[in-house]
């Protein structure tokens, strides 16, 4: 690649590529998240205040603050409870 890409691109430190997780939960997956955190099925729903998790999940999808840090986690953590702990 020496031929087609400059010295620059070629000699920096290794860079990885961000997921578009803030986009994602604002659309594709907006569903998924709010059936996987408040939907009946939650495992995970009854460890929050329902009026903080809701306050924080319409923050997120409607643009006023970026939750997605948070929401991945508190989405993943209810995956893992439902792959480990739940009901199979």
Known sequence: MKRLLPAAILERPKVGFRVPVN???????RDYLYDHLTGKDS????????????????????????H????????????WHRQYLGEG
């Open 23 to 29: 986009e994602w939960f604002r659309g594709l997956m």
């Open 68 to 79: 997605e840090k948070l929401l991945w986690t508190l989405l993943n953590l209810e995956i």
């Open 43 to 66: 495992l995970t729903v009854q460890y929050y205040r329902r009026d903080v998790l809701e306050r924080v999940l319409s923050e997120h999808v409607n643009g006023r603050q970026n």
